[in-house]
C-alpha cells in the first residue's frame, strides 16, 4: 500500500504563486508515474501533470508555462509549483500514483481557491 498526503493549498489572488506537496509512504518503490488531477465544483476531474520515475513530465495545456511538476525521489515527495494563477484554476487539487497504465492510490484533496 501506498500513502499519499497533499498540502499547502489556501487562498490566494490571481496571478499569486502556490506550491502543492505530495508527500508518498509505504511501498513506494512500486510507483512508476506520479500525477496532479483537480477538480473545481461541478466539472469533471481533469489531469493537471504526471511525471514518471525518469522525470519526464506532461502537463495539461490550461497550465503549460505556468505550473512545474517535480519529484524528490529521496524525501518521496512530489510537488506542483502553480504560478500566474487564475481564477479557473480554483479546485480541489489531488495527488496520484501508481503504473505506467493506472492510478491506484490518492490523497484527500487539497484546495485552492483563486480571487480574482
Known amino acids: 500500500q501506498v500513502q499519499l498526503v497533499e498540502s499547502g493549498g489556501g487562498l490566494v489572488q490571481a496571478g499569486e504563486s502556490l506550491r502543492l506537496s505530495c508527500a508518498a509512504s509505504?511501498?513506494?518503490?512500486?510507483?512508476?508515474?506520479m500525477a496532479w488531477y483537480r477538480q473545481a465544483p461541478g466539472k469533471q476531474r481533469e489531469l493537471v501533470a504526471t511525471?514518471?520515475?525518469?522525470?519526464?513530465?506532461n502537463y495539461a495545456d490550461t497550465v503549460k508555462g505556468r505550473f512545474t511538476i517535480s519529484r524528490d525521489g529521496a524525501k518521496s515527495t512530489m510537488y506542483l509549483q502553480m504560478n500566474s494563477l487564475k481564477p479557473e484554476d480554483t479546485a480541489i487539487y489531488y495527488c496520484?500514483?501508481?503504473?505506467?497504465?493506472?492510478?491506484?492510490?490518492w490523497g484527500q484533496g487539497t484546495q485552492v481557491t483563486v480571487s480574482s
Open positions: 496520484a500514483a501508481g503504473s505506467l497504465v493506472q492510478f491506484t492510490f
Open positions: 509505504g511501498m513506494t518503490f512500486n510507483i512508476n508515474l
Open positions: 511525471i514518471t520515475t525518469g522525470g519526464r513530465t
